[in-house]
C-alpha cells in the first residue's frame, strides 16, 4: 500500500463547477499538509499549505484536512480553464528529518 | 519570494556525454535542496537530498555514482548526470527548502528537460 493515494483522473468538469480533489494516507505521522498545481512540462507550484486538521481558504481555493479519517481535500470554486492542471498533494511528517510523499497527481481538465 | 530557477529548460546530448544542471533558490537560503525525477504523466520520483556542505542522500535504487549532486552553497546545487543514456531522458526538477518555521515547505524549480540520443 502506498503512503499517499491520489485518483489520477483525468477528471474533466464544465467551467464554473466545484471541483473537488482528494488524498488518503496511511501515515498517522504526517502533520503537514500540501497542495501543488503542475502545468504541463512546468515544475510544480504550491497552492495551499496546512499544519494539522481543518480547513484553510485562499480565494477560491480550501484546503481541509481530517486527520482521523486520514483524508485531505482542495476545493475549487469557481473553476476557470486556467485551472486546468495537475494537482498533487504532498504530505509531511514534521520534522527537518522528513520526506515529503507525494501523490501520483490528478489531472483536471475544465472546459470551456 | 521563494523561487527557484533551474538551467538549462531543457537540453539534448548524445550518448555517453555528461550533462549538468544548476539550481538555484534566488531570494532566500536554502539548507536543503532535493532532486526530483519526472516520467511522463507520473508523479514525482525523489532521487536525493542534499545539504549544503555535505554529501548527498540518494534513494534507493538511485545510482549515486552516475548522478552526481554537489551543494556547494546555500543558494546553489548541481546535479551532473554521468555517461548519459537514452533511459536517463526524464524531466529533472529541484527543489529547495528554506530555513525558518515554514521549513516543510517545497519550493520548486521550472524543471529541465533531458533528452539523450
Known amino acids: 500500500q502506498k503512503e499517499v493515494e491520489q485518483d489520477p483522473g483525468p477528471l474533466s468538469v464544465p467551467e464554473g463547477a466545484i471541483v473537488s480533489l482528494n488524498c488518503t494516507y496511511s501515515?498517522?505521522?504526517?502533520?503537514?499538509f500540501m497542495w501543488y498545481r503542475q502545468y504541463s512540462r512546468k515544475g510544480p507550484e504550491l497552492l495551499m499549505y496546512?499544519?494539522?486538521?481543518g480547513n484553510k481558504e485562499d480565494g477560491r481555493f480550501t484546503a481541509q484536512v481530517d486527520k482521523s479519517s486520514k483524508y485531505i481535500s482542495l476545493f475549487i470554486r469557481d473553476s476557470q480553464p486556467s485551472d486546468s492542471a495537475t494537482y498533487l498533494c504532498?504530505?509531511?511528517?514534521?520534522?527537518?528529518?522528513?520526506?515529503?510523499?507525494f501523490g501520483s497527481g490528478t489531472r483536471l481538465s475544465i472546459r470551456p | 519570494g521563494a523561487v527557484v530557477s533551474q538551467h538549462p529548460s531543457w537540453v539534448i546530448c548524445k550518448s555517453g556525454t555528461s550533462v549538468k544542471i544548476e539550481c538555484r533558490s534566488l531570494?532566500?537560503?536554502?539548507?536543503?535542496m532535493f532532486w526530483y525525477r519526472q516520467f511522463p504523466k507520473q508523479s514525482l520520483m525523489l532521487m536525493a537530498t542534499?545539504?549544503?556542505?555535505?554529501?548527498?542522500?540518494?534513494e534507493q535504487g538511485v545510482e549515486k555514482d552516475k548522478f552526481l549532486i554537489n551543494h556547494a552553497s546555500l543558494t546553489l546545487s548541481t546535479l551532473t548526470v554521468t555517461s548519459a543514456h537514452p533511459e536517463d531522458s526524464s524531466f529533472y526538477i529541484c527543489?529547495?527548502?528554506?530555513?525558518?518555521?515554514?521549513?516543510?515547505?517545497?519550493?520548486f524549480g521550472p524543471g529541465t528537460r533531458l533528452t539523450v540520443l
Open positions: 527543489s529547495a527548502r528554506s530555513r525558518g518555521d515554514r521549513y516543510n515547505e517545497q519550493f
Open positions: 501515515n498517522s505521522a504526517f502533520q503537514y
Open positions: 496546512t499544519y494539522s486538521s
Open positions: 504532498a504530505m509531511s511528517a514534521g520534522s527537518s528529518a522528513s520526506k515529503i510523499i
Open positions: 531570494d532566500f537560503q536554502a539548507t536543503t
Open positions: 542534499s545539504n549544503e556542505g555535505s554529501k548527498a542522500t540518494y
